[in-house]
């Protein structure tokens, strides 16, 4: 998601750049688990303080259904508008001062919005934020059918299955809740304790 501006910024503003972009972001972030390409359209358009990058992206990720604990594939829509602008001078290779700089001071302290010194605009890390953004808060498999969903259907009865026939082998007493296997090993201590 790198892209060399060297040429683009010589140009007058309002000069522009389309790309069709594919991208691999299986090694964007650890945490994130992409199960296809970053797909889309990134323009990229010269303005007074360097370069304005438009984009609308669009990838499927795995996360976790909030309610059935199973894998889900989550697809990803996002756009974002940055300003980029260039660390050095593109005609004489001079740093450019950050009194020279036109924007905002945020942007200007922000690594990921600087063009390097070797004109390379990469997206990467505002690709990654705008991901996590895009997100749900609470992922869900979507179970549209009649009554609950298969899967928490199914973790249902592992749970109860793990109880039932659980390490001590015994059947919970009636009036028992039921027990998450997780935290079997604390019921058996606790009803060692209460013996």
């Known amino acids: ?48 303080s360097g370069i304005l990058v438009e984009a609308n992206l669009s990838t499927a990720v795995q996360m976790m259904c909030n309610r059935c604990l199973a894998p889900i594939a989550t697809p990803v829509r996002f756009s974002f508008a940055e300003s980029f602008r260039p660390l050095t001078e593109v005609a004489t290779g001079r740093y450019l001062a950050p009194d020279e700089f036109e924007g905002s001071e945020e942007d200007l302290e922000d690594e990921a919005l600087i063009i390097d010194e070797h004109h390379i605009l ?58 998450d296997p997780r935290w079997a090993e604390l019921l058996k201590l606790r009803k060692r304790l209460d013996e």
């Open 122 to 179: 990469d997206i990467s890390e505002i690709v990654r934020q705008n991901i996590w953004l895009a997100l749900p808060m609470a992922p869900s498999c979507n179970w549209t059918g009649a009554g609950e969903c298969p899967n928490w259907i199914a973790y249902r009865q592992e749970i109860q299955a793990t109880q039932t026939g659980g390490a001590d082998g015994g059947i919970p007493e009636e009036g028992d809740e039921a027990i």
């Open 1 to 48: 998601m790198q892209f060399n501006v060297a040429q683009l910024l010589k140009e007058p503003i309002g000069s522009m750049r389309r790309y069709e972009l594919v991208e691999d972001i299986s090694e964007l972030d650890p945490e994130l688990v992409a199960l296809g390409p970053l797909v889309g359209e990134v323009e990229l358009l010269r303005i007074h």
